[in-house]
């Protein structure tokens, strides 16, 4: 569903990420994984277009990613950034329904999105008329991932969407989150810190450091046969990987 071919990214003299290779399956999900600053949020930024790689190039559904193309792509794609990213002069349901709105959506057809997606994720339908201020941490992401959702978009993405949120309310959304992925067969590209939420996503992992990708396969593949001292070292460090099924 994407690739991207030496695809690389410069800030003055330094990289961020260095010629890297990459090729999402369609209808899987794939994670991203590494230490802080490693480069696995700039290679996300790079497959939705927030930020232009210095070199290399991204192709989405067959076609190369360009700025004549850029907005019908983006329909096609939800994002849910760390921390939800909610508006916070809006209330859920406006947060939620924005780009359908600006599309112009007939009502009729918004208002049966926004119980479909609501009863998916769970979230009680009085939430949809609050604040992001008077919502719940778990709330606020439920929202979130609604607001990504909405358009029924070909590929997810993820960045951290569930790294500020208590360990049992996390516990409740993955399970939610991996279900509803599933159910709904998306392409999901993910961003974590989190060695144990990447298995228990990812069709593939991939394991940055410095800019790099070091090594991508299965769970069993980043155990069973690390390709340097690194990963089995990285691997070595992941406290709770037990519990990841």
């Known amino acids: ?140 992401q439920r929202v979130s991932i609604m607001r990504a959702l909405f358009l029924d978009p070909d590929v997810l993405l993820m960045d951290e969407p569930l790294g500020a949120l208590d360990p049992m309310i996390r516990f409740g959304l993955q399970e939610e989150l991996r279900s509803i992925c599933r159910a709904l067969e998306k392409t999901v590209l993910l961003v974590t810190h989190d060695m144990a939420e990447a298995a228990f996503f990812g069709d593939t992992i991939v394991l940055i450091r410095a800019g790099r990708i070091v090594q991508q396969g299965t769970i069993e593949d980043l155990m069973q046969r690390p390709a340097n001292d690194f990963v089995q070292s990285f691997m070595r460090a992941q406290r709770g990987l037990r519990q990841w099924k």
Not at 65 to 92: D, E
Request: charged share 20%.
């Open 1 to 140: 569903m994407i690739k991207l071919k030496g695809v690389s990214k410069a800030y003055g003299q330094a990289l961020a990420l260095h010629r890297s290779d990459l090729a999402l399956a369609r209808g899987a999900t794939t994670v991203l994984i590494g230490p802080s600053g490693c480069g696995k949020s700039t290679l996300l930024r790079i497959v939705v277009g927030l930020v232009a790689p210095t070199t290399g190039q991204v192709f989405f559904d067959g076609h190369q990613l360009t700025a004549a193309n850029m907005r019908s792509v983006r329909l096609r794609t939800g994002y849910v950034i760390q921390k939800g990213g909610l508006f916070p002069h809006m209330t859920a349901e406006a947060n939620v329904t924005l780009m359908a709105r600006h599309l112009r959506w007939d009502a009729t057809r918004i208002g049966e999105r926004l119980t479909e997606l609501a009863d998916l994720v769970h979230l009680p339908h009085a939430c949809l008329r609050r604040y992001p201020i008077r919502l719940s941490g778990g709330e606020c």
